[in-house]
């Protein structure tokens, strides 16, 4: 199966700093790839549609301004937590489809201290 | 709108024992119904969906459009399928995002 990669997997960082998270597909190509955010014991919640070459689509109560996101190439999307806040600390967990099945990265688990 | 509903966020069975997951989704069209299972520690992945009717691991879902339902059975649970299981949707094919049910945890009792 297709494998979606996280980076990093675990970073704290200090209140009013921004966070850069990777997601990567090794081996597949993908013109989209989602942003999940999951908070302990719950279910995921999607926060962003990631688009290659294009703007992302937000889902509705997610800021644009505070989750930045680019998609630069077919297999590499990034999500930028910017000015985090001790709110903003939760599991990040991006996807994407490869023959119809969406394949979820590891996670990324962001404490703000 | 899309919904999937997962009414038990505890479900715990003894060994041997059989396993029903409950899953119940609303959408207007013809979805395409997943379960997705979470292992301690490990990433979300793919346990079946309906489209491939096949058995994974001992489970089996059906999709049932007239109660709009797509339970996870399997008859004799093991120890190792403690894990967090989740249903999800997809309403339209192509490269749309999955609607997540809020998950059952499965506990197996030896």
């Known amino acids: 199966g297709a494998v979606v990669s996280q980076h990093p997997s675990w970073v704290i960082c200090k209140s009013g700093t921004s966070v850069k998270i990777e997601c990567r597909s090794l081996d597949f190509q993908a013109t989209t790839m989602f942003w999940y955010r999951q908070f302990p014991k719950q279910s995921l919640m999607l926060m962003a549609t990631s688009n290659e070459g294009s703007k992302a689509t937000y889902e509705q109560g997610v800021e644009k301004d505070k989750f930045l996101i680019n998609h630069a190439s077919l297999t590499l999307s990034t999500l930028t937590v910017t000015s985090a806040h001790p709110e903003d600390s939760s599991f990040y967990i991006c996807s994407a489809w490869y023959e119809n099945t969406q394949y979820f990265g590891p996670g990324t688990r962001l404490t703000v201290l | 709108a899309q919904r999937v509903t997962q009414p038990e966020k505890l479900l715990s069975v003894f060994k041997g024992a059989p396993v029903e997951l409950k899953c119940n989704y609303s959408y207007s069209g013809s979805p395409e119904l997943f379960w997705y299972v979470q292992y301690s520690r490990q990433r979300l992945q793919l346990l079946l969906r309906?489209?491939s009717r096949e058995s994974i691991k001992g489970f089996t879902a059906d999709l049932n459009k007239g109660e709009t339902s797509f339970h996870l059975k399997k008859p004799f649970a093991q120890e190792e399928d403690s894990a967090m299981y989740y249903c999800a949707l997809r309403g339209s094919s192509g490269n749309t995002p999955l609607v997540f049910g809020k998950g059952t945890r499965l506990s197996v009792i030896a």
């Open positions: 309906h489209i």
